[in-house]
């Protein structure tokens, strides 16, 4: 198939358990940080204050994979939480009802949570802390494209009206930041998170970029889960520089062995979009590679990457301004990757001559399930390109059925091994 | 018999309930059909439905160059030589049975699905209900259970309502819950099962609508001999459904399709 990003994946396992040993480390010293979502996580402005940096998402699914899940979910139902909302809030909740204890590490107490209008469960869930720990919460307005077609630009009227009310936004955060830290914000070591995140952001695009071509060098699903971990945890820190420089170096060695050694049958080149199915994580991708199949491109990589796609680089000369900006922008990316889909997933399947295209609808998240189907839609309406709807869970195991799922990826490739027969390019 | 291979092929779909075969000659006209219930045993049903699928036919198992099996239990066929989805086996049997098809809806015991297929058979997209039953032939049974009817004078019974009554649950274990309370409330029985169908109905409509309704549509599965099914099915969609005595076994007919095209192949092979 391909050859496995083995360096990168260690550095990622590595560097997300040394980030959960900091986040553990900070509760033991009743220490706190700021809970934020990974669309508009505000990681460089944080990192300018130094404070530390939670992202329950993360900490959620990293429980969906090693199967701890279930029981905070059970533990929030038990307190009247109702089966069919976010997995991730339930989780986290549970979380929280039993001490933020976790069967390995702790988790601190918020000292600020931020959230955004990318999600409106991301609103409910922050007002959930704010009950239970009376802490500020800074919810952001994010002004949307409103036209999928032509969002404003840089340079438009409308986008310079979006901008004057972010960069009001950000203001009020930087006040709430100074107060929550004791200091006022150093705009040399905004500049500095906004460097950092602008070079893994290069690299990071570079690797999108290479596996559009063939051969592709890596699963978007599989290894791009680990790209995007560190992507959102280590945003802003040379960390996270290294960690890009290395992931772009190895990605770039496996393309030469790839072709100087390609495989003796070339794979299904598979295009995702929705979330990953966290409970099952290994075997779920696994249907699809023991089958031929290889994701090279995934719409998760985009809006769970908080629009790290865009390529917008942040200008360190003038850091608060560019902060707002490139927050709007790539928040606002995220959110249209997700509801404007458009004829965002035709380009897409054609640019990287994806041979088939995989909707994963989850039945807890409505902010990436009900633009899936518009975008599965829009897809049909302008190509022939076979495509799989599969729906399960990202949370919660009893919302998934192995056997079901097997069955419709059977069919799945029964169709795309029939095309390629049949002498579809 | 000749110097080339046995010249039929088989296709076994071992269905939740059903389990069904044909038997297809080298021109690919079927030779003949067999049908039993499933149980729980599915290498026996399937061996079952195959010793009289041969024995209706006057053949040994010599006869048949290659036999490929579908539906659930498909992997569960000893004797299959090869297994292929039932998604794609209803495509590939209606289209055979139905030239014109542009869309198919399978109903059976477990799962309704809909498929948008190609002039080949092939798949372009396909739907299918959830984990859940409502919206399968599972839920006509578990009314006729309720109402303590034979499954086959469901649809007689069904086709002589009037005002049918609005069966609202998603969930077939709920859905025999309601019927009970329609039948509390003095509702006539012929009234629920049309509600009962008309539920159905609507269900597989927005199914069918996902994949992009493209015509003609053929009815495929162990519900098409349903005639109330196919009456309530084709006011909602406002056009005939293609329907007739071999689409319950569209599954098996592709399956059968499917070893036909090995049976070929090794012809090729043979010549070439």
């Given at each position: 198939?391909?050859?496995?990003?083995?360096?990168?994946?260690?550095e990622?396992?590595s560097?997300?358990?040394?980030?959960?040993?900091?986040?553990?480390l900070?509760?033991?010293?009743?220490?706190?940080?700021?809970y934020?979502?990974?669309?508009?996580?505000?990681?460089?402005?944080?990192?300018?204050?130094?404070?530390p940096?939670?992202?329950?998402?993360i900490n959620?699914l990293?429980?969906?994979?090693?199967?701890?899940a279930?029981?905070?979910?059970?533990h929030?139902?038990?307190?009247?939480?109702?089966?069919?909302?976010?997995?991730?809030?339930?989780a986290?909740?549970g979380?929280?009802l039993?001490g933020r204890?976790?069967p390995?590490?702790?988790?601190?107490?918020?000292?600020?949570?931020?959230?955004?209008?990318?999600?409106n469960t991301?609103?409910k869930?922050?007002?959930?802390?704010?009950?239970l720990?009376?802490?500020?919460?800074?919810?952001f307005?994010i002004?949307?494209?409103?036209?999928?077609?032509?969002?404003?630009r840089?340079?438009?009227?409308?986008?310079?009206?979006?901008?004057?009310?972010?960069?009001?936004?950000?203001?009020?955060?930087?006040?709430?930041?100074e107060r929550?830290?004791?200091?006022?914000?150093?705009?040399?070591?905004?500049?500095?998170?906004?460097?950092?995140?602008?070079?893994?952001?290069?690299?990071?695009?570079?690797?999108?970029?290479?596996?559009?071509?063939?051969p592709a060098?890596?699963?978007?699903?599989?290894?791009?889960?680990?790209?995007?971990?560190?992507f959102?945890?280590?945003?802003?820190?040379?960390?996270?520089?290294?960690?890009?420089?290395?992931?772009?170096?190895?990605l770039?060695?496996i393309r030469?062995?790839?072709l100087?050694?390609?495989?003796?049958e070339?794979p299904?080149?598979?295009?995702?979009?929705?979330?990953?199915c966290y409970?099952?994580?290994?075997?779920?991708?696994?249907?699809?590679?023991t089958?031929?199949?290889?994701?090279?491109?995934?719409?998760?990589?985009?809006?769970?990457?908080?629009?790290a796609?865009?390529?917008?680089?942040?200008?360190t000369?003038?850091?608060?301004?560019?902060?707002?900006?490139?927050?709007?922008l790539?928040?606002?990316?995220?959110?249209?990757s997700?509801?404007l889909?458009g004829?965002?997933l035709?380009?897409?399947?054609?640019?990287?001559?994806?041979?088939g295209?995989?909707f994963?609808?989850?039945?807890?998240?409505?902010?990436v399930?009900?633009?899936?189907a518009?975008?599965?839609?829009?897809?049909?309406?302008?190509?022939?390109?076979?495509?799989l709807?599969?729906?399960s869970?990202?949370?919660?195991?009893?919302?998934?059925s192995?056997?079901?799922?097997q069955n419709r990826?059977?069919?799945?490739?029964?169709?795309l091994?029939l095309r390629?027969?049949a002498?579809?390019? | 018999?000749?110097?080339?291979?046995?010249?039929?092929?088989?296709?076994?779909?071992?269905?939740?309930t059903?389990?069904?075969a044909?038997?297809?000659?080298?021109?690919?006209?079927?030779?003949g059909?067999a049908?039993?219930?499933?149980?729980?045993?599915i290498d026996?049903?399937?061996?079952?439905?195959?010793?009289?699928l041969?024995?209706?036919?006057?053949?040994?198992?010599d006869?048949?160059?290659?036999?490929?099996?579908?539906?659930?239990?498909?992997?569960r066929?000893?004797?299959?030589?090869?297994q292929?989805?039932e998604?794609?086996?209803?495509?590939?049997?209606?289209?055979?049975l139905?030239?014109a098809t542009?869309t198919?809806?399978?109903m059976?015991g477990?799962?309704?699905?809909?498929?948008?297929v190609?002039?080949?058979g092939?798949v372009?997209?396909?739907c299918?209900?959830?984990?859940?039953?409502?919206?399968t032939g599972?839920?006509?049974?578990?009314?006729a259970?309720?109402?303590?009817?034979?499954?086959?004078?469901l649809a007689?019974?069904?086709?002589?309502?009037?005002?049918?009554v609005?069966?609202?649950?998603?969930?077939?274990?709920?859905?025999?819950?309601?019927?009970?309370?329609?039948v509390?409330?003095?509702?006539?029985?012929?009234?629920?099962?049309?509600?009962?169908?008309?539920?159905?109905?609507?269900?597989?409509l927005?199914?069918?609508?996902?994949?992009?309704?493209q015509?003609?549509i053929?009815?495929?599965?162990?519900?098409?001999?349903?005639?109330?099914?196919?009456?309530?099915?084709?006011?909602?969609?406002?056009?005939?459904?293609?329907?007739?005595?071999?689409?319950p076994?569209?599954?098996?007919?592709?399956?059968?399709?499917?070893?036909?095209?090995?049976?070929?192949?090794?012809?090729?092979?043979?010549?070439?």
């Open positions: 198939m391909t050859f496995p990003a083995v360096r990168a994946k260690i990622a396992t560097l997300l358990e040394d980030w959960s040993e900091r986040l553990d900070l509760a033991q010293q009743q220490r706190t940080a700021a934020a979502f990974v669309m508009g996580s505000c990681a460089e402005l944080l990192a300018a204050f130094e404070i940096l939670f992202l329950p998402e959620c990293q429980t969906a994979v090693n199967g701890t279930q029981g905070l979910l059970q929030a139902e038990e307190q009247g939480y109702p089966s069919d909302i976010c997995n991730y809030l339930k986290d909740v979380l929280h039993q204890r976790l390995h590490k702790r988790l601190p107490a918020p000292c600020l949570a931020i959230a955004s209008t990318a999600c991301y609103i869930w922050a007002e959930i802390w704010q009950r720990y009376d802490m500020p919460l800074f919810v307005d002004p949307g494209s409103r036209n999928p077609a032509r969002p404003s840089p340079g438009d009227p409308g986008f310079a009206a979006d901008l004057a009310y972010m960069m009001e936004q950000v203001r009020s955060l930087i006040s709430l930041c929550i830290s004791g200091r006022r914000l150093d705009p040399d070591r905004l500049s500095h998170a906004l460097d950092c995140t602008n070079r893994m952001g290069d690299a990071f695009r570079q690797m999108l970029a290479m596996n559009r071509q063939e060098c890596f699963d978007a699903v599989r290894q791009g889960g680990a790209y995007l971990g560190v959102n945890a280590y945003r802003g820190s040379e960390a996270g520089v290294r960690y890009f420089r290395n992931a772009l170096e190895e770039q060695q030469q062995r790839c100087r050694e390609p495989p003796a070339a299904f080149r598979l295009l995702f979009a929705g979330l990953p409970p099952l994580y290994s075997s779920f991708i696994r249907m699809f590679s089958q031929g199949g290889l994701f090279v491109r995934s719409t998760y990589l985009q809006f769970a990457s908080g629009g796609n865009l390529e917008y680089r942040f200008d000369g003038r850091p608060v301004e560019s902060f707002a900006e490139g927050l709007l790539t928040t606002r990316e995220a959110m249209d997700m509801f889909a004829d965002r035709f380009e897409a399947q054609a640019a990287c001559k994806a041979d295209v995989v994963h609808g989850v039945k807890s998240c409505r902010t399930s009900t633009g899936l518009d975008a599965r839609l829009a897809l049909l309406s302008r190509s022939s390109v076979p495509t709807l599969l729906e869970d990202m949370m919660d195991r009893r919302l998934i192995p056997a079901q799922m990826i059977d069919a799945f490739f029964e169709t091994r390629r027969q002498g579809a390019p | 018999m000749t110097g080339f291979n046995p010249p039929f092929t088989a296709g076994i779909d071992v269905g939740s059903q389990t069904k044909v038997l297809l000659d080298v021109s690919a006209r079927i030779a059909t049908l039993i219930d499933t149980g729980f045993d026996a049903a399937a061996r079952t439905v195959y010793a009289r041969l024995a209706d036919a006057g053949l040994r198992a006869a048949v160059h290659t036999v490929a099996g579908t539906g659930y239990g498909r992997f066929i000893a004797f299959g030589d090869l292929v989805t998604i794609s086996c209803h495509a590939r049997g209606a289209v055979h139905f030239p542009g198919v809806l399978d059976g477990q799962d309704t699905k809909a498929i948008r190609a002039a080949d092939g372009i997209d396909f299918m209900n959830d984990k859940c039953a409502a919206g599972r839920f006509l049974s578990a009314a259970a309720v109402l303590e009817m034979p499954l086959d004078e007689a019974v069904a086709a002589t309502g009037a005002n049918p609005t069966i609202s649950t998603t969930c077939t274990v709920f859905a025999e819950t309601e019927i009970l309370a329609w509390a409330r003095g509702k006539p029985v012929n009234d629920i099962l049309l509600g009962a169908h008309q539920a159905i109905a609507n269900r597989s927005a199914l069918l609508k996902r994949v992009g309704l015509p003609a053929t009815f495929t599965g162990g519900v098409s001999r349903n005639s109330c099914m196919v009456d309530q099915l084709e006011q909602l969609l406002g056009c005939r459904l293609q329907v007739g005595e071999q689409t076994f569209a599954g098996a007919l592709g399956a059968a399709l499917f070893a036909r095209d090995r049976l070929l192949a090794g012809r090729q092979e043979l010549q070439g």
